[in-house]
């Protein structure tokens, strides 16, 4: 056994959105949600066991890991170790291709690519599914970007316990619905909620977290079915639906992720509905804003959304590959380490 194993993984977006989780331990979601893997974007990391390390180490776009950081993978690395009978701490390596300082989702593609890692590095000759379960107790969303293309997660049993098992599933592949992802990443970066704490804080303040809760299952179960039939515009216009109400509780629990750019996207694209162009946002816990068209419609609404004040960038993404291990030309550098 080797000990050491770099993957590759692509953060999501969650379609349908994962906001609240079941009481008690092992993250389940306490809704179903339906995101698709981004190509264009990615994670790579490597996990070395070795018997000279002293204590586990991460290495996150060439920085020293926070200590929160740390003691997350940590947790993930002891339950590998315990599943494979491994002693020895490892070093962990990762880089994202994309601005993780501005507030873009990674946990998915990190904690993706840092459970294939270790479970590979490990010796574990798990599948897919397994996997995913173990990525889902260190960020829910992670358990999706295991799988490429669209990817469902149920929600979580009412009152779970660490015994049960929770994957992520494939509901269509990658090129049964042609969709372009414009990642638009605004100006302002005001102090980001984190997403446990956000939506923990909703579902315990929100006068509305009762309606979220009944609802988005609903939503789930619609925007999957547009999903399948191909109906482009009913899936825009659910996955805003999702987003927006999800925002609308946190919100009312002062929740607020959402600065004036966001609301300013959120007008343009108003705006390019009206003029005949079908683009629909999603946001996630942070300002940017995830704007979903037809392959055929991105380039007019990328130059819309460019010329206007506050997105600073854009990044193109399509519906991408799941989690994966590297190539020897992927190997993360030695310097790194
Ligand atoms: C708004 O998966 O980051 O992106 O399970 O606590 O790690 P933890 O939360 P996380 O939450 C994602 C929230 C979301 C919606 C979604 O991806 O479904």
Redesign the pocket.
Known sequence: MSGAATAIAHP???L????G?RAGSG?F?AVP?L?VTLSGLSTRTSVVFDGSAAADSLLLNGQPSSFGDLARAVELLDRVRAAAGEVRRARVVSRNDFPTASGL?S??SG?AALTLGAVRAAGLDWDASRISDLA?R?????A?SLFGGFVELDAGPVAPTEDDVLSARVVAAESAFPLVILVCVTTAKPKAI???DG?ATTLAMSPYAAAWLAEAPRMHLRLRDALLARDFVSVGELAESSALA?HASAIAAGVIYWTGATLDVLSALRALRASGVAAYATI??GPHVKVLVRPGDAAQAGQALRAMGGVERIIDAVPGEGARLAQASDQVDESER
């Open positions: 999501n977006v969650a349908s959105k994962y906001w989780k993250r979601p949600s995101s989702a946990s998915a904690f889902r260190s960020s829910a969303s992670a999706r984190g997403s446990a939506m999800m996630d816990a």
